[in-house]
């Protein structure tokens, strides 16, 4: 599985097994200090046999990869998160070009930092994605406009006892996309930040529903 360092990022892409063709694929984002390694595991439980896109931030925080900055906790720079987000968008399109995957059939799965520019994506671009996977996200900015979210389907994994993201910030992660016509699956994890069992089990239950896979398959 080699590490690839042009497109733009560093990434690594694990096609579909068996071979398929036009096969469901994850885009997996790591949260603050990960890379492209993280979430393949990740990805591997939560649809075995999809395809693989794992991408390393490019920002780097006191040696820590993200995918932008911020100036403190939970307070970004909106400029630069604008301007990554759009970096992102135009690596799927070589990306979707190089490997040969639809991305009406990309399914974003985000941790943390990662969850929080994977919502970007959704509220700058949403016709990158056919769902979204976002443990421990919360509202990256106050959207200008609503765009239209009906095509999507969006999973959000918040924490109960989470000290980085309030409740209410995933409450109104949700809300916003609903009002866009995205159909948005909120739970709970029991405990705080750190991403539990229980989240990864909600998270590929909701993957297997019909109403998911018939969105999917569109």
Do not use: C
């Not at 885009?27 to 046999?49: A, I, K, M, V």
């Not at 896109?53 to 006191?62: A, I, P």
């Not at 309030?166 to 949700?174: C, F």
Request: glycine share 8%.
């Amino acid at each position: 599985m080699p590490q690839i360092e042009d497109l733009g990022f560093v990434h690594k892409f694990v096609p579909a097994r068996p071979p398929v063709p036009h096969p469901v694929t994850l885009l997996l984002l790591h949260g603050t200090g990960g890379d492209e390694n993280d979430l393949l595991p990740l990805g591997n439980e939560l649809w075995p046999g999809a395809a693989l896109l794992s991408v390393r931030g490019k920002v780097s925080e006191n040696g820590m990869p993200r995918f932008f900055r911020r100036f403190a906790e939970g307070v970004f720079d909106l400029e630069d998160l604008k301007f990554r987000t759009d970096e992102l968008a135009q690596f799927l399109d070589a990306a979707a070009a190089r490997y040969e995957f639809k991305t009406k059939k990309l399914i974003a799965v985000g941790y943390s930092n990662g969850a929080n520019i994977a919502a970007s994506l959704i509220l700058l671009h949403p016709h990158y994605l056919a769902a979204a996977v976002l443990f421990r996200a919360i509202v990256p900015f106050a959207p200008d406009i609503i765009r239209d979210f009906s095509n999507l389907s969006i999973f959000i994994g918040a924490g109960n006892q989470d000290p980085m993201v309030p409740r209410d910030q995933a409450q109104e992660l949700a809300a916003i996309f609903e009002s866009g016509g995205a159909d948005v699956s909120l739970t709970w994890h029991r405990g705080g930040h750190e991403l539990g069992e229980d989240d990864i089990a909600a998270a590929k239950g909701w993957l297997s529903e019909d109403r998911v896979r018939k969105r999917v398959a569109a």
